[in-house]
């Protein structure tokens, strides 16, 4: 399977002080070593924008994007990258508000590249859910 992770789950994955760090890194831990974990212009930006502008933070443009390179060449497991070349017209029917665009969005690009959005938020129609720990 692959997983396309969304910013919070990125996050997590990267910072070992982020509270869900731990559901993130067991669950990757727990994987198969088939499964593929990735990230797509949209999770790597959001990415690089929370740990820049998030007060608990505030990690300088080029640190956030050295953390960023660092995490997706793990050697225990490399995070590949979906190309987005995508428009809006992807967004599934079931995005009725702003709040759902982005999520909706990353959806429907995971499901055209043969992948799953993974996320700790509930409710996000065809998303695979992160497991509590």
Same mark, same amino acid.
């Given at each position: ?7 919070? *789950?990125?996050? *997590? ?6 509270? %869900?760090? *731990? ?10 070593? @088939? ?11 959001? %990415? ?6 998030? +007060?608990?933070?505030?990690? +300088?443009?080029?640190? /956030?994007?050295?953390?960023? /390179?660092?995490?997706?060449?793990? @050697? ?6 979906? +190309? ?11 995005? #009725?508000? &702003?709040?759902? /665009?982005?999520?909706?969005?990353? @959806?429907?690009?995971? &499901?055209?590249? #043969? ?19």
């Amino acid at each position: 399977m692959t997983y396309l992770l969304d910013v919070n *789950a990125l996050l *997590a994955l990267g910072l070992q002080d982020h509270e %869900f760090h *731990a559901r993130v890194a067991d669950w990757v831990a727990g994987l198969e070593a @088939s499964d593929t974990l990735v990230t797509c212009p949209i999770t790597e930006l959001g %990415f690089v924008r929370v740990l820049h502008q998030a +007060p608990q933070y505030r990690v +300088p443009l080029s640190e /956030s994007k050295k953390l960023l /390179s660092l995490l997706r060449r793990n @050697s225990k497991r490399v995070i590949g990258f979906i +190309p987005d070349d995508h428009g809006v017209e992807i967004l599934p029917a079931w995005v #009725n508000t &702003g709040r759902q /665009s982005t999520d909706g969005y990353l @959806s429907a690009l995971a &499901g055209q590249h #043969n992948a799953v959005l993974a996320t700790m938020d509930e409710g996000i129609n065809g998303a695979f859910l992160i497991p509590e720990i």
